[in-house]
Structures are given as C-alpha cells and as structure tokens.
C-alpha cells in the first residue's frame, strides 16, 4: 500500500525566512509521480509540481525549489525568502503509475504554513 | 487555460432534499474526479471517470450518484444525505494517456453543508 507521510502539522516562520517542508512516501511500484499543491484559504487546490521516480534532478521554480531523493524516499519542498500570501497548507502527494490515466492520488496529510509578516 | 469550475460555491440542504453539484472543464481532459475534504484533512477520493465512464468507485454511498453527460461535465447528485456529509466536494480533472502530464487540476470546491 502506498503512504505518504507529512510529519509537520503546523510551522510558522517569519517573512522572507525559508522554510522547508518535509514528505516522505512509501511504495512498491518502481515507477511512480510525486506531486505538491498548495491549498489556500479560499480551498482550491493549486498544482505545484510533478515529478516521476525516474527523475531525480532538483528543480527550482522562482522562489521555490523541490528536492526529490530515491536512496530515503522523500520530496522535500523549500521555499526562498517567504511571503504571507505563501500562507496555505501545503500537501505532498503520490501517485502510482496506470494505463488508464487516471491513477489515484494518494495525500499525505498536509502541513499548513503561516508566514508572521 | 488551466481552469476547472464548479457551481454552486456554497450550499446548504436538509436531508431530505435532492441538489446537485456541478464540474465543468475545458481542457480537454478525459478523466474527472470527484474528491471530499473535510476540515484539516486530505481529500478523499470518491469516484474517477475515465473517458465518460465511471472507472472508480471507493465505496461511496448511493446518496451521492456521480454522473459524466460528456467529456466537459461531471455532476455529483445528492439525495438523502446526513449532516456527517458536510464537507467541501473537489472536482478534478487531468489528462488522459502514457506519457502525458497526469497532474490533476481541482476546481475552487463546492462547500456543503447538511442541516
């Protein structure tokens, strides 16, 4: 069974901090796509990023970058000198792979974010 | 255009009534989900259409009967529902396909509450 594991609940920092937020997954498929989207106040949730196991390279988007390693299953987000509207709560979330399309996603259970101004 | 809607943003109903909830996207996606969020939790997936087919059903009770009436629109009707139902019901779509982006876009949610 696949599980995704977001062991902070809840972290606050200070505007223009960075701040790291962890995910930890567990599976048995050998091919697999690891995903972040961010859930504002207003509920709607925003896709972030991608990725497949067989895609280790780092990325950086703006503020934000992902850091995706094999060897210790994690997919860890961080973002670069943080901003209120980054306020959300952030979940990770996996994804086994299907012929059909339409795999189901498997959520860890978030971690919401508040930047202090 | 990456935009899913949803209409109507809020409702509330008794149990007895009979309301739907409708997903509209225009992306050219073939597969749309329903999802059901309750407070500070993930969403919880509850059916998956699949080129206008239901293709998954996590065990959902028969209060809630999704219906796809082509590949732009998914409807969710409620009948008979309970106040443990209240939540904030997700629709998803992505693309359909090997190698294509399987991201799934979420419309902004219709919040339910049951009375």
């Not at chain 1, 995903?35 to 950086?60: A, C, H, M, T």
């Not at chain 1, 306020?87 to 919401?112: P, Q």
């Not at chain 2, 149990?15 to 909830?21: A, C, I, R």
């Not at chain 2, 904030?88 to 902004?108: D, K, N, T, V």
Request: with cysteine.
């Amino acid at each position: 069974a696949q599980k995704v594991t977001q062991a902070q609940t809840e972290i606050s920092v200070v505007e223009k901090e960075d701040v790291t937020l962890d995910c930890v997954y567990e599976t048995r498929d050998t091919t697999y796509y690891l995903f972040w989207y961010k859930q504002p106040p207003s509920g709607e949730l925003v896709f972030l990023i991608r990725r497949n196991s067989f895609d280790e390279q780092n990325e950086i988007s703006g503020r934000y970058s992902w850091n995706f390693q094999k060897s210790t299953s994690s997919f860890n987000f961080t973002i670069t000198a943080s901003q209120v509207v980054d306020s959300a709560v952030y979940f990770c979330a996996l994804s086994e792979f299907s012929n059909f399309g339409n795999e189901k996603l498997t959520f860890g259970t978030g971690t919401r974010l508040t930047i202090i101004p | 255009d990456t935009e899913v809607t949803q209409t109507p943003k809020h409702l509330v109903m008794g149990m007895t009534n009979k309301k739907s909830l409708k997903c509209e996207q225009h992306m050219g996606h073939r597969a749309m989900y329903w999802y059901k969020q309750k407070a500070k939790k993930p969403p919880e997936l509850m059916f998956v259409y699949s080129y206008e087919k239901l293709s998954i059903n996590e065990s959902v009770p028969s209060r809630f009967s999704p219906e796809c009436p082509n590949s732009s629109l998914l409807n969710l009707h409620l009948h008979a529902l309970q106040p443990e139902d209240s939540a904030l019901y997700l629709c998803a779509s992505s693309p359909r396909g090997r190698g294509s982006l399987r991201e799934q876009y979420f419309g902004p949610g219709t919040r339910l509450t049951v009375t």
